[in-house]
């Protein structure tokens, strides 16, 4: 009979599976080599090879991942597997360049098709049909059900399409995605009972660990494959986190097998090698959650600690301190384990310890192979900008005529080409006056680019210089030829083969060689299954977010995602930043249809498979598996498990996650807020300086008041701080959400004036990249376009605060991404535009500012400001409602007022009234906020209003303004604060206001 084991993590469960193979082989005489051994990852088969080889040697029973499993007897050959699976990656592509021609119909889904996450979410989808047997057929007969609302057909008969043309270019290319092999197995053993009976015949035992994630298509194989009597099961249904994708339903994994199976021989392990208090405490969180019983009574117990601190840095702080003293008593690096939600978080960790020097097991690839992709990177940017001018070869000869009508098109062009050949002279050439000769020469005729000034003038360079310029222009001239041909493995080769120091590093030649095993993955994809060439976009995302290495050097901290966790254990485990968003993560499911289309198309799914779950996720579904996912990382903890989180970040509060407040709550006595703070002298020196009764001030009769849109925004919000810094003129001290919010900024006015012709995220990243490593490297970033006071704010700047701002920059370039704000490319961008004007209706006051963007496209301008703070308490939309508020009725209308932010209709005046902006009186259509920030604050947003709105409230307009802002301030003999606790706490100037106190007079 089959035989199950079920029980808890660390229950031993990997240790009795072995134990069983031993007894197996003595009881039944068995050759080990007939035994198998099936994984349901392929981190957990390398875990259980290496024990497997470390007791049987080279007469081991053979392990598998499922995967390798299937792809054993479905091709044979792992040179044929190898070609005929498609990847995770590589299927996303697939469905990318899939969704790209069907979704253009649909203006929603044609911008959620850019997105690399939709793509992964609609894969996922497509897994959890094919796992439970639901084909387009069936999906085509679900849409066509009465019960459901027709304006919800043609959205869910698009991604049926979709999935469709998915099978069928799979089908066509004779290849299969991973859960396709699994069916294809399948159906080829119910046609080959010959095959079966040999598969049958090959193994005496088999033996499944990790069977919680099992999905029925999986289960359906095993049955075929294993006789019961020799099939042994291990599992613990806690650990499942896989469920959504296709694992099993509660009610089939463990209880129901014997349906199945036939009569069950079923063990329960007790004897737990896990710390009993942690197992307890992640047991109460999983059950909790999973519709259990629960009970508790938890002491204070010197294993477990839930830490509460102000900020990230004194929580990495805390964390490295603490390791770094267990491992004076002895302890090794590897006995740790820090564990983060996802695996875009790892390099922000890596750096942030660094500065701790505490070695961790992830690492970026070698600096030799960095360098490599950095400068492969600008070789293809330059190859894509030789091909829109027209350039059948990369020589002189061969960019004398550019094929452009438009001059400025060319013009931009040659800009961008300019900064990527000052970079290759300036990484060639020592002699730094040689770089601007060039340049002043190409700066005289704006008709010639910097690379033909080059060719031109080779002969002002020294002959050593010369040649190794003219080496590197004929390496490029062989690199384009095979770039037109879109041959990318033949010019990584070709760099690779060029960087003769590099060639004898080990770590280079094997980061180099799974590189090339990744374009040879997807140059196979593009030619035989989409049938096209491979576009620039998806060589550079690979090369960009080319992934990091472990480290051979077992000594080190083990710096892992929750998922890479089953079957790990270590001594001491911490689980930092468990912010609001982290556990239970916030959905990313895109709500393509309606929640009330979701669950009646679900329903009839289910009366076609019982197995299946819900097309979109619902959120108890999500938070039951994010639960278990938090169980699995809590108990791979043997001796101690610290769980914290910080509460402030870019000085805003941030609610710690639900699943940290539960256990700290029902376990209060192990619970502390360590304080870690430090006060720089800087602002010790400051709070010196301007802690103090501020001066009365009087607004001299017939004196100008000059107000920017910034003091506007102060005066309304809080006139005690306008006065402050608006007639004290006192200096604000740096804070970090200030100094993130000029950052970006410095990165948009860069983005918007030099790359329109590359307007991606992995440009956008680029930059930030360079102002980010500005410290170590500050003339690139001139060389770049930022500007010297960019580069002085950054080095004025700590390093972990860069950390974390480049990690939330990161992450609201995703963001972007995701919003659709890289799909519609300006024609032109003017930066920083500075005005000044007056109107006659607003006597003795002068407007002054700058607006961030100006764009150009399609003939029309819009106006945008862009943002990283708080949202706006009175969205632009409602600027219509500003009118019909009327006068100074009703009688709220003094509070609606002084909430409303004027800084888009002064923009609007500017347009009209200022004379550097003339240009655009009457141009501008709309004028805008654009939100840049990460998910956790709220996201990347828009915020616009329609000028013609504008234009017809702007009587009013000016008529409230002066009620509000000027006369007020004219007439001021007290500026009295308005206290509010967000707006407070993040105040420059809190610590000079007094609560009781309510204003000062002159």
């Not at 504008?950 to 206290?979: G, M, R």
Request: hydrophobic share 40%; with cysteine.
């Amino acid at each position: 009979m089959a035989k199950l084991t079920t029980g808890l993590a660390g229950c031993g469960k990997t240790a009795k599976l072995l134990s069983d193979i031993g007894a197996f082989i003595e009881q039944y005489g068995a050759n080990p080599k007939r035994i198998c051994v099936i994984a349901m990852s392929e981190s957990q088969r390398k875990e259980l090879f290496i024990k497997v080889q470390k007791k049987w040697g080279e007469n081991s029973p053979k392990v598998f991942s499922f995967e390798s499993f299937v792809a054993e007897f479905l091709f044979g050959e792992e040179k044929t597997a190898n070609k005929k699976i498609v990847s995770r990656f590589l299927a996303t592509e697939l469905i990318s360049a899939i969704s790209k021609s069907e979704f253009l119909a649909d203006s929603s889904l044609k911008n959620l098709c850019k997105s690399k996450s939709f793509s992964r979410e609609l894969y996922n989808l497509f897994a959890l049909f094919q796992n439970n047997f639901i084909t387009p057929e069936i999906i085509d007969n679900a849409i066509e059900n009465p019960a459901l609302d027709s304006c919800e057909n043609p959205k869910l008969r698009l991604i049926n399409i979709v999935f469709k043309k998915y099978l069928q270019a799979l089908t066509d290319a004779k290849k299969f995605d991973i859960t396709g092999m699994v069916g294809a197995l399948i159906s080829k053993l119910k046609n080959e009972q010959d095959l079966l009976d040999s598969i049958k015949a090959k193994f005496d035992g088999v033996f499944v660990d990790g069977f919680e994630d099992i999905t029925y298509l999986q289960f359906v194989l095993l049955t075929m494959v294993a006789e019961p009597c020799s099939l042994r099961i291990y599992g613990d249904s806690f650990s499942r986190i896989q469920e959504f994708k296709g694992a099993w339903c509660d009610s089939l994994i463990f209880e129901s097998l014997s349906n199945h199976l036939g009569e069950l021989e079923t063990t329960q392990l007790k004897n737990s090698k896990r710390n009993e208090d942690i197992l307890q405490r992640a047991l109460y969180l999983v059950q909790k959650y999973n519709s259990q019983e629960v009970s508790f009574d938890f002491q204070k117990n010197d294993s477990i600690k839930y830490l509460k601190f102000d900020d990230i840095k004194s929580e990495i702080d805390y964390i490295a301190d603490d390791i770094l003293s267990q491992k004076q008593s002895g302890r090794s690096f590897s006995d740790f384990a820090i564990l983060i939600r996802d695996y875009e978080a790892r390099q922000k960790f890596i750096d942030l310890f660094a500065a701790h020097n505490i070695p961790l097991s992830s690492q970026l690839v070698c600096d030799e192979f960095r360098n490599f992709l950095h400068r492969t990177i600008r070789y293809l940017n330059i190859f894509e900008i030789s091909e829109k001018l027209g350039a059948e070869e990369f020589t002189k000869e061969g960019f004398s005529n550019p094929k452009l009508k438009s001059k400025a098109q060319r013009e931009i062009l040659f800009e961008d080409m300019s900064l990527y050949v000052g970079n290759i002279i300036s990484d060639l050439i020592e002699d730094p006056y040689t770089k601007d000769r060039f340049i002043s020469l190409q700066e005289a005729s704006s008709e010639v680019s910097l690379l033909n000034i080059i060719w031109q003038n080779l002969s002002i360079l020294s002959d050593f210089d010369r040649a190794k310029l003219q080496s590197e222009f004929d390496l490029l001239a062989r690199l384009y030829f095979y770039f037109q041909q879109r041959d990318y493995g033949v010019i990584f080769d070709l760099i690779a083969d060029s960087c003769e120091s590099w060639v004898n590093n080990d770590d280079f030649q094997k980061s180099h060689k799974a590189l090339k095993a990744q374009i040879d993955s997807i140059s196979l994809l593009y030619s035989d299954v989409i049938k096209s060439q491979i576009p620039l976009a998806t060589i550079l995302d690979l090369l960009l977010l080319y992934p990091e290495q472990n480290s051979d050097d077992k000594d080190r901290v083990n710096l892992l995602t929750f998922f890479q966790t089953p079957g790990c254990e270590f001594e001491y485990v911490y689980i930092p930043c468990l912010g609001e968003g982290d556990f239970p993560k916030k959905s990313k499911s895109t709500y393509f249809i309606s929640p009330q289309a979701n669950i009646t198309v679900s329903e009839i799914l289910k009366a076609e498979s019982k197995n299946f779950r819900n097309l979109i996720e619902l959120d108890e579904d999500a938070i039951k598996e994010e639960s278990r996912l938090f169980y699995l990382g809590m108990t791979r903890a043997k001796t101690r498990l610290v769980i914290s989180a910080h509460v402030f970040e870019d000085k805003k509060q941030i609610q710690p996650s639900v699943f940290f407040e539960l256990l700290r709550s029902i376990d209060p006595d192990n619970y502390s807020e360590p304080k870690i703070q430090e006060q720089s002298q800087n602002d010790e020196k400051f709070e010196k300086k301007v802690c103090q009764k501020p001066q009365n001030i009087v607004l001299p009769e017939n004196t100008p008041l000059r107000l920017s849109v910034s003091a506007v925004s102060n005066f309304l919000k809080c006139p005690k701080k306008y006065y402050y810094k608006n007639l004290l003129a006192l200096r604000e001290k740096r804070s970090f959400s200030a100094d993130y919010g000029s950052i970006v900024h410095m990165i948009m006015e860069v983005f918007n004036k030099k790359y329109l012709n590359s307007y991606t995220k992995e440009t956008i990243l680029m930059l930030s990249d360079i102002i980010f490593d500005a410290k170590n490297n500050p003339d690139k970033a001139l060389s770049y376009g930022f500007k010297a006071r960019d580069i002085e704010l950054i080095e004025l700047s700590d390093d972990l605060k860069l950390l974390e701002m480049k990690g939330n920059f990161e992450e609201a370039a995703a963001e972007l991404e995701d919003s659709g704000f890289f799909l519609s490319v300006p024609d032109k961008v003017l930066t920083e535009q500075s005005f000044e004007f007056t109107i006659p209706s607003l006597e003795g006051v002068v407007f002054d500012g700058r607006i961030d963007a100006i764009i150009e496209k399609d003939g029309e301008y819009s106006l945008w400001d862009y943002k990283t703070g708080k949202s706006k308490e009175i969205p632009l939309c409602n600027m219509a409602a500003f009118e019909a508020k009327g006068g100074k009725e009703p009688q709220d209308m003094e509070e609606y007022l002084q909430k409303y932010d004027y800084q888009i209709p002064i923009y609007y005046f500017a347009c009209k009234n200022a004379k550097t902006l003339a240009d655009l009186n009457g141009k501008v259509k709309e004028l805008g906020l654009q939100y840049i920030r990460p998910i956790i604050k709220d996201g990347c947003q828009t915020d616009t209003v329609d000028a013609q709105t504008i234009a017809q409230i702007e009587s009013k307009l000016f008529e409230n303004l002066d009620a509000t802002v000027v006369q007020k301030i004219k007439s001021a003999k007290a500026f009295a604060p308005n206290y509010d606790d967000w707006s407070c706490a993040n105040c420059a100037y809190a610590f000079l206001c007094d609560k009781d106190e309510e204003a000062y007079d002159d």
